[in-house]
């Protein structure tokens, strides 16, 4: 798991426990339990899954194989704020390549990568439907419509 | 009593425009006068007009107040609702139009649309179980509970209800399959994992009317004897999610759902299912193995899900919109539903409406519309009034078809015969500023990208395709290039496991087509006349059109425009990186998108 940051914090690996055991003994539960492990961390860290794969009997590899082939998860802790730019149809020809060029531009970070400080963490999403206000991005749940280049640092400075 | 209804779009779109805290001010106009019982305030589903959001619609006055700021609501508190008077400024104007237009009825975007799908969505509160009742809700399911299953399948049959998730492939049959499929247990299955770019027909349809897919859903359950079913969601979208549990326990408090179905004996279950986000998994194959908690990777068929689906039962698996169709169908009956459309294909189809035309929104018209019709009269044309250059219709699975195509009518087989498909309803428009090059481009990048990888056509084949591309993006291309892209792209679809790698070169082969000549141009003279493919072309300013006023050295971040006040201005194409702000900004049309190293001849 080449992606996992350097400095992590203590994981209290009780958590998994509350988790799991809901889920013990029912079938087709692999993912909603990978979605409950991140929402509890944040991420899904190796230990976490490690101890979840052996309580549900499964082999941590086909844990592994299904966290990495769905975008939702991550194996690396991510920034306080997610910024998600849309890279729609409708987003990409009213520019939206523009719009993550500046950020990049800004925050030294590129499509998936997150700030040293873990203040941000850029990533795309292929439509969020609000199409009408092209180009579109998200930052947390917030959705800022209409963007040019020019507003952009504007914005990520309300974000602390 | 109420004195006033009001319904505010709570939709995605409307809630990007700053429709929370429109209400949030709304509220407490409302509450400082003291008259806050007298109005029901609901976050309704949405109206379709994204384009000028957020919007209040006031019953009964019957009033559209749109583009609103949270500064517009007390004027229209007083004016409107305390002293009676509507406050027309901010009523609907047509462009070009000095005169106001007061309801859904007036507008034209509103003009050729048919509500059949979209019935209830920012009509009613979706959160309430009675308002969908007092709609006629859960009537089409009473009468299905008497009638045999053979019937069921026979009336959608009739119908002509072709699935609304991308093939088109007839629902009856689909049902007549599983219902025919020997197993002690069957299920049916919603497709909500709409992950097309540019598409939210069905999440809209989720998070405005919620009650209409659990009514599809427990009428096919009695057509094909199925006593649980799934309804598999993009966890992209909390609020339809949010709304449909809310839905689900609400019509089991109602006897509508659980054990003895309103004393009929029949009982079915509703699970949902978040997805995780892969776009293969809105193939149904990989869709199911997704349920199961594995990898969301397709395998072939047949066996098809109808015959062995999901943990290996009798599977009957249609989308979200197919399903809001079908209560309509038994309420109204097949002949009169199929009154709506063309021979082949009935009944309407709701599309997303984006990119370069005036009125982008949701849209529903009946099957047999043309092109035309959607993106002159619904969609308002196209933006600045610009040239169109084409639709795209179908999204990554679809294809791009261009001016000579507007007359094609909409429907299933005359999309499919020009190269595009009807696809999930993913509409986009564009304009001369658009490069077709790019756009294929883009398309396979996404494709490429959320290729699963299991089948090599389709995992190497879209790679090697996007790499020529992109070499002819960035002026590397030979014209060799184009057979190539020919002969992969039937290769792809004739080898490819599932619907993803066997649609993925709709998109590369429809530009091919259609516009064969702006390819040419990009190999053979470099250029890009749209302005996109940045190797490819050059900016300079006309000196007849410009009246130096200096907009475009504002916006420019690397100062690279110079030229004195009130005279024509110059750009340094050395120090220029082709952003394209100073062309938005300028409002003499005067930035040319030129040849590269022919500036000399534009700007003297």
Redesign the interface.
């Known amino acids: 798991m080449g992606e996992e940051a350097t400095a992590l914090p203590e994981i209290d690996l009780d958590k998994v426990d509350e988790v799991v055991d809901p889920f013990l003994g029912k079938k087709g539960i692999m993912i909603p339990v990978l979605q409950n492990l991140q929402e509890e961390y944040g991420y899904l860290p190796r230990p976490a899954m490690e101890k979840a794969a052996r309580k549900l009997k499964i082999p941590v590899s086909k844990m592994y194989g299904v966290a990495t082939f769905y975008a939702q998860f991550h194996l690396a802790p991510r920034g306080r704020n997610i910024i998600r730019v849309c890279k729609g149809t409708a987003c990409h020809i009213q520019g939206a390549s523009k719009i993550s060029d500046r950020i990049t531009e800004i925050l030294g970070i590129t499509t998936g990568e997150t700030t040293e400080d873990y203040r941000f963490t850029l990533e795309e999403v292929a439509c969020i439907g609000a199409c009408a206000l092209a180009p579109v991005m998200t930052i947390n749940d917030n959705p800022h419509g209409r963007l040019t280049p020019d507003r952009i640092q504007e914005i990520l400075d309300s974000y602390e | 009593m109420f004195e006033k209804h009001l319904m505010v779009c709570g939709a995605?779109?409307c809630?990007?425009?700053g429709s929370k805290d429109v209400t949030e001010v709304l509220e407490k106009e409302l509450s400082d006068r003291g008259i806050r019982d007298k109005f029901r305030i609901v976050m309704a589903g949405c109206p379709g007009f994204?384009?000028v959001?957020p919007i209040i619609v006031v019953y009964p006055d019957e009033v559209f107040y749109c583009r609103l700021d949270p500064e517009n609501i007390a004027e229209i508190v007083e004016q409107h609702f305390v002293n009676g008077e509507i406050v027309e400024k901010h009523l609907f104007k047509p462009p070009k139009s000095k005169e106001v237009k007061r309801f859904y009825d007036e507008i034209p975007f509103y003009s050729k649309q048919v509500f059949n799908v979209l019935r209830n969505s920012g009509r009613v509160n979706p959160e309430s179980i009675d308002e969908y009742i007092m709609r006629g809700g859960y009537r089409a399911l009473t009468r299905a509970l008497d009638m045999k299953s053979e019937d069921i399948v026979e009336e959608v049959k009739t119908a002509g209800l072709r699935g609304r998730g991308g093939a088109g492939f007839p629902s009856g049959l689909k049902w007549k399959f599983t219902l025919q499929a020997p197993g002690t247990k069957k299920y049916i299955v919603c497709n909500a994992d709409e992950?097309?770019?540019?598409?939210?027909m069905d999440?809209?349809i989720l998070e405005g009317d919620p009650h209409a897919i659990i009514e599809g859903m427990l009428i096919a359950g009695l057509a094909i004897g199925s006593d649980e079913g799934y309804v598999y969601c993009r966890?992209?979208y909390p609020l339809a999610i949010q709304r449909l549990k809310m839905a689900i326990e609400q019509a089991e408090e109602y006897g509508l759902l659980g054990e003895n179905i309103l004393g009929s004996g029949y009982n079915y279950k509703l699970n949902i299912?978040?997805?995780?986000?892969?776009?293969v998994c809105g193939e149904e194959t990989a869709l199911l193995a997704?349920?199961?908690?594995?990898?969301?990777?397709p395998r072939p068929r047949p066996p098809f899900p109808a015959q062995k689906g999901l943990?290996d039962y009798p599977t009957c698996i249609n989308n979200v919109e197919t399903f809001a169709n079908v209560p309509l169908i038994l309420r109204l009956g097949a002949e009169e539903y199929a009154k709506v459309g063309t021979e082949n294909s009935k009944g309407t189809k709701v599309f997303?409406l984006?990119?370069?035309v005036n009125n982008?929104?949701l849209v529903e018209v009946p099957m047999g519309i043309t092109i035309k019709e959607i993106v002159y009269d619904v969609g308002g044309g196209i933006q600045k009034d610009r040239a169109f250059k084409a639709v795209?219709i179908g999204?990554p699975s679809g294809g791009c078809l261009p001016e000579d195509k507007l007359d094609l009518p909409v429907d299933y087989d005359s999309l499919t015969q020009a190269g595009a498909i009807m696809g999930s309803g993913?509409m986009?428009a564009?304009d001369e500023f658009?490069c077709m090059v790019d756009?294929a481009r883009?398309?396979l990048s996404?494709t490429q990208n959320e290729s699963?990888g299991k089948c090599t056509p389709c995992r190497e084949g879209t790679k090697r395709m996007l790499e020529i591309l992109e070499r002819i993006t960035e002026g590397e291309g030979k014209l060799e290039d184009l057979d190539t892209l020919r002969d992969l792209a039937s290769s792809i679809k004739d080898s490819s496991l599932c619907g993803l790698g066997q649609t993925a070169p709709n998109p590369v082969l429809t530009t091919l087509r259609y516009f064969e000549h702006e390819y040419r141009e990009h190999i053979e003279e470099k250029y890009c006349r749209s302005g996109i493919c940045k190797e490819l072309f050059e900016y300079a300013i006309d000196p007849e059109s410009c009246n130096g006023c200096r907009a475009c050295t504002k916006?420019c971040?690397v100062d690279a425009i110079s030229g004195e006040k009130k005279e024509p201005h110059k750009i340094d194409v050395e120090l220029c990186t082709k952003?394209?702000?100073c062309v938005?900004r300028c409002r003499q049309d005067a930035i040319k998108i030129i040849r590269v190293g022919s500036e000399a001849d534009v700007q003297g």
């Open positions: 995605t779109g809630l990007a425009s994204c384009e959001g992950g097309d770019p540019g598409a939210f999440r809209s966890a992209e299912k978040e997805g995780a986000g892969a776009f997704s349920i199961e908690g594995k990898r969301g990777v943990w997303a984006a990119g370069k982008t929104g795209q999204g993913g986009i564009m658009t756009l883009y398309f996404f699963c916006v971040a952003c394209g702000s938005d």
